[in-house]
């Protein structure tokens, strides 16, 4: 190697250093549980599960266990933090006289509607105990159970809520992976696309979903560049365009490859910098996990090189952050802690790869969630660990970092 390259590897070498190593979290707030470890009571929640930001500029949350751990999380709460960290608990999924939870239990998503409260789902809990839809004011107040689910995937409402997004219209939308009108063989129904009157309450079917023609198991709506929803169906050989003002579904094939006599696919998550849809995709042959681009139309698919050919790293969503790169949150990672990584629209190269991340960890251990918020920094949830006094152990972490 002659003294000039040398000279540009040891250049190009710093930069990248340099780069990284200005992408430091800030852990903003730590749950903090009882001993022992994973058991013990969370009096002000455990194990983070979702953060947003809300239109006030405040963050807000869930969390999925306040009661004793193990096998089946107990009660969760709502909170709000405040963007200089002032926590505070909004509402306590709390058990009923028979110990059971009838508002739900174990909250997952969360966002805000268009009349400004917060709309989520819980995995457990209900009248028929597989979880519920409700909203809560950002006081906490005026809490409302707009759906029970059950576990029969061939509930008429729905069943496994796997989505919820603000509509254009006034109302709320979501999907559920199973239930609805139409089957798809083995008991299980094919999932619905769903909308709640924020006016009402009232919760209303509006797609049904065919194997035969729209497909099953809807996992995610997108809001795209004109407002209207995307989504993908059949692991992602199917996109869907929902459009509010006409209640129409569009759907149209994509073109995942087979490789290695296997399917691929992937589902859509994000839109791009170009107005394109892109998501990450992955088979068994294809050797890792990749990024795609689609057109909101369908055409034009592009399978970009896997960034990374551990196909086990979990990886949840896409954020494009102010930089104009997509960053995501990896529950796994490469060591079993979770990553945090950044990847590049324009050919889905991996540009970096955070690891922060551990048992030990003030920033705790596997993130479940990355949002950009307003300002241009990146908020993020990890769902296990953190820093914690004696006697007690961290359960989840809410953290930030500037792209």
């Known amino acids: 190697?002659?003294?000039?390259?040398?000279?540009?590897?040891?250049?190009?070498?710093?930069?990248?250093?340099?780069?990284?190593?200005?992408?430091?979290?800030?852990?903003?707030h730590t749950f903090v549980c009882k001993n022992p470890q994973d058991i013990g009571p969370c009096a002000e929640g455990g194990g983070a599960t979702s953060l947003i930001q809300g239109s006030d500029g405040n963050f807000y949350g869930t969390a999925?266990?306040?009661?004793?751990?193990?096998?089946?999380?107990a009660?969760?709460?709502?909170?709000?933090?405040?963007p200089s960290g002032t926590f505070t608990t909004l509402y306590k999924f709390a058990p009923g006289k028979t110990k059971t939870y009838p508002n739900g239990a174990g909250p997952n998503r969360l966002i805000e509607g268009p009349d400004g409260k917060l709309y989520g789902d819980t995995g457990?809990?209900?009248?028929?105990?597989?979880?519920?839809?409700?909203?809560?004011?950002?006081?906490?107040?005026?809490?409302?159970?707009?759906?029970?689910y059950s576990i029969n995937p061939e509930a008429a409402n729905g069943s496994t809520p796997t989505s919820l997004v603000?509509?254009?219209?006034?109302?709320?939308?979501?999907?559920?992976?199973?239930?609805g009108s139409n089957s798809c063989g083995y008991g299980n129904n094919c999932g619905t696309l769903f909308q709640v009157n924020a006016a009402t309450g009232a919760y209303t079917v509006v797609v049904n979903f065919d194997i035969a023609t729209s497909g099953e198991n809807p996992t995610n709506l997108v809001v795209g560049p004109d407002g209207t929803f995307y989504g993908s169906t059949n692991n992602g050989s199917i996109l869907f365009h929902y459009i509010e003002a006409t209640g129409e579904l569009q759907t149209t094939a994509v073109p995942f490859p087979i490789i290695g006599g296997e399917f691929t696919g992937g589902r859509v998550t994000a839109v791009g910098p170009d107005g394109n849809l892109y998501g990450t995709y992955t088979g068994a042959f294809v050797g890792g996990i990749g990024l795609f681009e689609v057109q909101l139309d369908g055409s034009n698919l592009q399978l970009f090189p896997v960034y990374t050919t551990d196909a086990a790293t979990s990886p949840d969503g896409l954020v494009l952050a102010s930089?104009?790169?997509?960053?995501?949150?990896?529950?796994?990672?490469?060591?079993?802690?979770?990553?945090?990584?950044?990847?590049?629209?324009?050919?889905?190269?991996?540009?970096?790869?955070?690891?922060?991340?551990?048992?030990?960890s003030v920033d705790g251990g596997?993130?479940?969630?990355?949002?950009?918020?307003?300002?241009?920094?990146?908020?993020?949830v990890s769902s296990l660990y953190g820093e914690a006094p004696k006697g007690s152990y961290g359960e989840g972490v809410l953290f930030t970092l500037t792209p």
């Open 1 to 28: 190697m002659t003294g000039k390259m040398q000279v540009i590897v040891i250049a190009v070498v710093l930069v990248c250093c340099a780069y990284a190593a200005g992408q430091q979290l800030t852990a903003v």
């Open 64 to 73: 999925e266990r306040i009661g004793r751990g193990g096998a089946a999380p």
């Open 75 to 82: 009660g969760g709460l709502i909170f709000s933090l405040t």
């Open 124 to 148: 457990g809990g209900g009248s028929m105990g597989y979880g519920t839809l409700f909203r809560v004011d950002k006081t906490g107040k005026k809490f409302q159970v707009l759906q029970n």
């Open 166 to 179: 603000a509509g254009n219209d006034g109302n709320v939308y979501g999907t559920t992976y199973y239930g």
């Open 323 to 360: 930089d104009g790169n997509f960053w995501m949150a990896e529950y796994y990672g490469t060591v079993g802690f979770g990553d945090i990584v950044t990847l590049s629209p324009t050919d889905g190269s991996l540009i970096q790869r955070l690891t922060p991340f551990s048992a030990t």
């Open 366 to 380: 596997a993130p479940v969630e990355l949002f950009s918020a307003s300002g241009g920094a990146l908020w993020g």
